[in-house]
Structure formats: C-alpha cells, structure tokens
C-alpha cells in the first residue's frame, strides 16, 4: 500500500539554525500538507501546497517557515532560525484531490531544538 | 471559529467493552469528519470518516454516529481490545479550498485486559 514517508525520523538542531524536513507524499496525490504536533498536544495545521504554490497556511507558519516541491517527489519544509518552542513533531500528509478523499499522514519528525 | 472540542481526555475500558469519544464542532464549513489513530511515536492513521449526509458509518468494530443539528460525532468501539490503546483524534475537513484538517485535542485509550 502507498505511503507517506519522512526524513529524518530525528533531527535534533541548535537555536537558530535552519532545519529542512523532507517528505515524499504518495505519488499521483495532488495536495500536500504539513502538520505540527507539540508532545501532548493536538495536530494543528501549519500549511496546505497544491499546484506548486502555497494554497492556505496557518497563524504559526510565518515568515521563518518556508516549503517547496524541489523536483516532482520531494516536499520540504524549512525552518530558517529554529526556536525552542519549533521543538515538535511535524507530519507530512497528502492526498488525491478526487472528492471525498483522506489525508494519509507520514510517521513524523521529532524537531528538538536544544 | 473552526474548532473541534473532543472529550474525555483519557479512556479507561475493560477489554471486551465498549469505548465512546465524542466530537463537537462550531463551525457548520466543514464537510466530512475522519477519525484517526495514533501509536506513540508514530503518525495519525485514518480509522474511519463520515460525510455529514450519513448519520451512521460502521466498519468492524468502529461506528461513527454523527448528528448534523447537534454539530456533535462520536466514535464508538465495540468489543474494545489492548491493542486499541492508542490516542484517538476526531478531525473536521473544511469544505472548499484545500481542505485542511481541524484536530480535535485526542482522548488518550487504555484498554485493560
């Protein structure tokens, strides 16, 4: 069965420095998506893709967040100077587009910023 | 306001019974409601949705009812086992747009033997 995957299952990084998180959504899908999850808390929302462009994006993905779709498999999310409070797992998720369709979720990065 | 409320926070259920969360949502732009599941350390998995056209969806031991006047959903699993413990999310997709996902705060299942 396809499947959304992630890289690195763990990044740990210091305050300020730039992360990229990497997901390779399952092919043919046409949205993408990111997602956060502080330890203990809900999944909240932080960015939605389609068509090569940033379609919606949430109040927590400012400025010192960006994404991209490099090549036609690859979805990245960069932090460009990582804060304490980034320290989280973020969730890649995508799906078809055909209607009534679900969000498959990738396993996730655990982001630690020391 | 897009906001889900989910309650209870934690479940405890005796293996064999039968384990209730619930849903509530405010906001009427939403157009079909998954619930996930998540293991520790691992990403939400779509367990089952509903469209708000149906009042009820079963598959095994999951049903999900849900009432459109009340804004109110719930997640029932039958004959609850151990390896159901798990963190629950019910979410709301919003319609229109790109259809993000609005998370409920989870309810954290333990399912004793």
């Known amino acids: 069965e396809p499947e959304v995957t992630q890289t690195p299952s763990h990044q740990v990084t210091q305050m300020g420095q730039e992360v990229i998180l990497r997901c390779v959504p399952i092919?043919?899908?046409?949205?993408f998506y990111w997602y956060r999850q502080i330890l203990g808390q809900k999944v909240e929302f932080l960015v939605s893709f389609y068509n090569n462009e940033i379609s919606e994006k949430s109040e927590i993905f400012d400025d010192q967040f960006s994404v991209e779709r490099p090549d036609g498999s690859n979805f990245t999310l960069k932090i460009r100077s990582t804060k304490l409070e980034d320290s989280a797992m973020y969730f890649c998720a995508s799906r078809a587009g055909t209607g009534f369709d679900t969000q498959y979720f990738g396993p996730g990065t655990r982001l630690t910023v020391l | 306001q897009q906001q889900v409320k989910q309650s209870p926070q934690s479940l405890i259920v005796q293996k064999g019974g039968i384990s209730i969360i619930n849903c509530a949502y405010e906001n009427t732009a939403f157009d079909y409601f998954p619930w996930y599941q998540q293991f520790p350390g691992k990403g939400p998995a779509l367990l089952i949705a509903i469209r708000p056209d149906v009042s009820e969806k079963k598959e095994g031991r999951f049903t999900i009812s849900f009432n459109k006047s009340a804004k109110q959903f719930s997640l029932h699993i039958m004959d609850s086992q151990p390896g159901d413990s798990a963190t629950y999310f019910c979410?709301?997709?919003?319609?229109?747009?790109?259809?993000?996902?609005?998370f409920g705060a989870g309810t954290r299942l333990a399912v004793h033997p």
């Open positions: 092919s043919n899908h046409l949205y």
């Open positions: 979410a709301a997709r919003t319609s229109g747009g790109y259809n993000k996902l609005i």
